[in-house]
């Protein structure tokens, strides 16, 4: 059972910057496709950035595109989320959540397809 936690959620001021850590254990990470998502209050989660496990990438909203990175450790133990020009409407609890893929699975920010989820941490940007 892979298990997935979420880091570096922080207080910050608009146009700063955070980077979000998911770090997976358990059996065969290599073998997970990995996204991060995110859920403002009263709003429905949303995907923003998502890797295959070959490596594909695709950034789900199109309101983070340029300002948001992700990015895989070389072990594919850890995903990250590098988060630029931070604005208040990215506040939200960000989440990482994985899926057992094959190799030439298509990337996908479906909230529905992932199985495996973290705990949620929390970033807000206010000043």
């Known amino acids: 059972q892979v298990q997935l936690v979420e880091s570096g959620g922080d207080l910050v001021q608009p146009g700063g910057s955070l980077r979000l850590s998911c770090a997976a254990s358990g059996v065969r990470v290599d073998y997970y496709g990995v996204g991060w998502f995110r859920q403002a209050p009263g709003k429905e989660r949303e995907g923003v950035a998502c890797i295959t496990r070959a490596g594909g990438i695709t950034y789900a909203t199109d309101s983070v595109q340029g300002r948001f990175t992700l990015s895989r450790a070389p072990d594919k133990k850890t995903v990250y989320l590098e988060m630029n020009s931070l604005k208040p409407e990215d506040t939200a609890v960000y989440y990482c959540?994985?899926?057992?893929?094959?190799?030439?699975?298509?990337?996908?920010?479906?909230?529905?397809?992932?199985?495996?989820w973290g705990q949620g941490t929390q970033v807000t940007v206010s000043s």
């Open positions: 959540a994985a899926r057992r893929e094959i190799l030439s699975a298509r990337t996908t920010c479906a909230s529905y397809e992932y199985n495996l």
